[in-house]
């Protein structure tokens, strides 16, 4: 384990790090940021995941939504978060061009979405649906290889935000069409990840609600990151 001491970490960062089991000890922290999955992180001796999750609820009572059991609660998140990312889409619409701009090193809106133009693909269609087929190849995957531009992706792609939503709006459609007729013993059931090596490889031995979850999660956070960085932005050209 590395240990720093005395060390001026001033303005650090650490980004897809694995932190688990760090350990800060007389540390002077200011104006910091901890963002990512956070379990059992205690404070000067005080345990505050579960005040943190709380408070997220309490924020976005979707989260709620996302985490039942119940298909008709699935359903209804699915809903409240294709009109979230509606509402941002218009947003977007109204500042012409900031959908390809970026702050602090993080994806621009429209790489977001076309990210999650990969989830579907992998997460839903894999994984709930069973599907083979290639992915669509706008969608930008993990960074790690081989998995980077394989089974149909094509990073040379520069596809327009019209041209984007048109395969998202297909791709809702498509899982809120299957929500409607999901019974709870079909997503508790082994999800019928196809035996091959294409993302995502650790899937197998889940259950259909456990990789619908994902899905649901990731449109969920990556909205959450947008309209983050949308507000940065809009902030810094109102200055």
Known sequence: MKRYVEEDLHGAEFRECDLTGAR??????????????????????????????????????????????????????????????????ERIRRTPGIERRSVNDEWSAVQTMRHLVFVHDSWFRRCCLGSTELFTPMGIGPTVEPYREAHGLDLSLDPALDEIMSVRDAQAAELEAWLDEVTAERLAARAPVPDDDVWPPYARGRSVRRCLGTVLNETFEHHRFCVRDLDLIEAQDAE
Do not use: C, F, K
């Open 24 to 89: 800060l000890i007389g540390v002077a922290m200011q104006d910091a940021v901890i963002d990512g999955l956070i379990t059992n992180l205690v404070v000067n001796g005080v345990e505050v995941t579960e005040y943190v999750e709380a408070e997220l609820d309490r924020r976005h009572p979707v989260r709620v939504l996302i985490r039942s059991e119940d298909p008709a609660d699935l359903r209804e998140a699915s809903r409240q978060l294709r009109a979230a990312w509606a509402a941002t889409i």
